[in-house]
């Protein structure tokens, strides 16, 4: 089976511009994880989405928000980019709903926002 | 509140020699714990998960242990390799809060020949 894909890779961005990330989850795997991962930090949970319903969110903005397809491929937006946002973005996969499973992870898009 | 303790935070070794990471946790009530290696820009990747009943597990020169009693978990890397520089995260589930993970902050090895 092939991993978990999220595009794009790298990606430059102005602070108060928006941008959005893509995840694609392993094939059959219904459940969707967002998180940012800053220098120093560890992985801060952002929301999770099953079956395009959002089942569980972490303490961030509203300016963070995320949606899931029906073929279960996730989308992340973020609004109104501040220069704190600059992070690692990883989302993890996984077959049912909640934290408590294995969760595969995706190699993360780098955001940098100038 | 769930909290997830890692030690050292960082930690330079020689290669071939071993080394033990640590993780407390004071998650509950608890369903599994989970070790992952992070390479520098990447994603984790799974090394171990442990359920109550397991108090060992191995994956490779990777041994896992876990003391469910004093909620103490440890990562024990055998005849280290310059490949196994990496960040080491903790991750505690409970079965309670729709089974959110907790992640530890990491332990950063550096392994030099």
């Known amino acids: 089976k092939a991993g978990v894909t999220q595009t794009p890779r790298y990606l430059i961005k102005t602070r108060g511009q928006q941008v959005t990330l893509s995840c694609s989850p392993i094939s059959g795997h219904r459940s969707v994880s967002w998180y940012q991962q800053t220098p120093g930090q560890g992985l801060q949970f952002l929301f999770e989405y099953f079956s395009e319903t959002q089942r569980n969110k972490g303490n961030f903005p509203g300016r963070f928000s995320g949606r899931q397809f029906s073929n279960s491929r996730s989308e992340m937006n973020v609004s109104t980019l501040e220069l704190g946002d600059s992070a690692l973005y990883l989302c993890?996969?996984?077959?049912?709903?909640?934290?408590?499973?294995?969760?595969?992870f995706g190699p993360g898009t780098r955001l940098t926002v100038t | 509140k769930n909290q997830v303790e890692q030690s050292p935070q960082s930690l330079i070794i020689l290669e071939g020699k071993n080394c033990t990471l640590q993780c407390n946790y004071t998650v509950s009530p608890f369903s599994n714990l989970r070790w992952y290696k992070q390479d520098t820009g990447r994603g984790p990747v799974s090394l171990t998960i442990?359920?109550?009943?397991?108090n060992t597990k191995s994956n490779g020169r990777y041994t896992a242990t876990l003391d469910a009693d004093t909620k103490q978990s440890s990562l024990h890397i055998t005849a280290s390799q310059l490949s196994d520089s990496a960040s080491y995260i903790c991750?505690?589930?409970?079965?309670?809060?729709?089974?959110?993970?907790?992640f530890g902050d990491g332990t950063t090895l550096t392994v030099k020949p």
């Open positions: 442990m359920t109550f009943s397991e």
């Open positions: 991750v505690v589930s409970a079965y309670t809060n729709a089974g959110k993970s907790t």
């Open positions: 993890a996969s996984s077959p049912v709903s909640g934290g408590a499973n294995e969760q595969y």
